[in-house]
């Protein structure tokens, strides 16, 4: 057998990214800033912005009234369990089911969407930090392991990344909601201004506004990027660059250092392992669309796949060293699956506002922060939850019912309805090793690959939340004078919150966790991952911002030991 040295050498570079979405972006733009020569991987096809199909068209443009066909359910049926995702302006951005299928021992929701951006086109933009008393609840409380890091080491990379990014927001002084790097504000409306006052007020408790990664303002540093619209057309994709995306911001960026190679459709299976080395010296790759198989090779590799991407790949990496999944000396990768509870809070409709109106269609709602098991207040449960939500008020819509003709149904449909609340709460999911993702190699996809099987199940600590989460949301909207205060708490899998995390954890002891506090695989230092699978608990509040702070942080410190050969 003869080693190609000629195709080895073409296909060599200082670092490879598997993955261009939140995380991946940002590792690209990191490394090739730094000067790395930067092989960037994508399963999927090409998406370049500002061409994003469906973005503006109107809603007369659309097909079937931009709903779902039977053959689009066929085909993205997992993918439209969140009632929203699967239309005709968005069914694009989402995974085919037939072509990737998974199993559910449990009911699980895996939102997908494989191309370049990945979900970072998609994402809901709300942007939060993690604060000490989410880096210290394992320890406190003795579920899952220690983070090997606190709010001080992380907070210099969040302020990094929200510059960057552009996070809309208002600064509220509370320690467990940390304060960050803020563009103006969006605005309350009445009816949340009303509500904002009245939770103060009697309860203590604090209704901000959403803070999202929206440019409320220029960047500088991001010409391609304008400012939000206020379209409220954000899962289309946004060609003006409203909001972040990793196509909109990150890889543009890493494109103008010419460091940057960009390679979609490569579908990684598969890290190469040296044993004699030590290291990782490489990616398997599969050519989605001719079906070629082809390897790459570099000095540092970074999976940013998405949680679950990451870790099939990890436990699809199997060698005389690592034979249950590449680091997986502690047992625990693929294990620890978090995510966000929610379908859970209430409703209620306001009166008394009807001379009130708002402007445009402001693509965020408020924020309300985590308050139980703080302070005095403790609970039959550990943890916490925050809440989202919004106040609107009905529009021409709620007349396609009504039987109604002429100037009666002019008058109607030009008067905006009654206002209406709702909030939903976020509640954190406890890590535990019972809830895991494992091969299935039984089961393939369109590639001839294994594919995933997953057991998580909300356990009884969530359970009892959730009795809080519905009954806290009915007593905010009554204490505001809201009528007609409905609860609800619908049946969900896990999944649904789209936060998955923490299959791949990192943690101070090899023998309970895959990577260290700099998101190194413990057992093989050149691999990095920094996807949610990282996350050692998952806090309540959303966790793409935290990706992004890891991420840069870790890319820093893998120059840093590139530079001491010490990867």
Known sequence: MYLNTDAEQKNTYDAIVVGTGISGGWAAKELTEKGLKTLVLERGPMVKHPDYPTATKDPWQLPNGDMPTVEDLQKQGVQARTGYTIRQSTKHWFVNDLEHPYTEINRFDWMRGYHVGGRSIMWG????????????????????????????????????????????????????????????????????????????????????????????????????????????????????????????????????????????????????????????????????????????????????????????????????????????????????????????????????????????RRANGFYIPRFRNIGNDKRDYVRGFGYQGSGSRGGWSRMVAELSIGEELKTAVTTPGQWTMGMTGFGEILPDHRNYVKLNKDKQDKHGLPTLAFDAILRDNEKKMRVDMANDAAEMLEAAGAKNVQKYDREIGVGLGIHEMGTARMGRDPKTSVLNQWNQVHACKNVFVTDGSFMTSSGCVNPSLTYMAFTARAVHHAVEELKKNSI
Not at 192 to 200: D, H, S, W, Y
Not at 296 to 319: D, E, P, Q, R
Request: hydrophobic letters at 35%; a negative charge.
């Open 125 to 360: 933009r709300q942007s939060y930090r993690l604060a000490d008393l989410d880096f210290e609840a394992n320890a406190k409380d003795g579920h899952g392991v220690d983070w090997p890091v606190r709010y001080k080491d992380i907070a210099p990379w969040y302020d990094y990344v929200e510059k960057w990014i552009g996070v809309s927001g208002q600064k509220e002084g509370l320690e467990h909601f940390p304060d960050g790097q803020f563009l103006p504000p969006m605005e309350l409306n009445c009816v949340e201004l009303e509500l904002k006052k009245a939770v103060k007020d009697k309860m203590g408790r604090l209704v901000s506004i959403g803070r999202v990664a929206h440019a409320t303002a220029p960047l500088p540093h991001s010409p391609q990027r304008g400012t939000c619209q206020f379209r409220n057309l954000c899962s289309r994709g946004c060609p003006y660059g409203g909001y972040f995306s990793s196509v909109s911001s990150t890889l543009p960026a890493a494109e103008a250092t010419g460091n940057m190679t960009l390679r979609p459709n490569s579908v990684v299976y598969e890290l190469i392992y040296d044993q004699q080395k030590g290291k990782a010296t490489g990616v398997k790759v599969l050519d989605a669309a001719t079906g070629e198989q082809m390897e790459f090779y570099a000095k540092v590799i970074f999976l940013c796949a998405s949680t679950f991407g990451s870790t099939f790949i990890m436990l699809n990496s199997v060698s005389n060293r690592f034979q249950n999944g590449f680091g997986n000396d502690s047992g625990e990768l693929g294990h620890n699956i978090m995510d966000h509870h929610l379908s859970v809070g209430a409703g209620g409709a306001f009166e008394g506002f009807e001379d009130k109106y708002y402007s445009g």
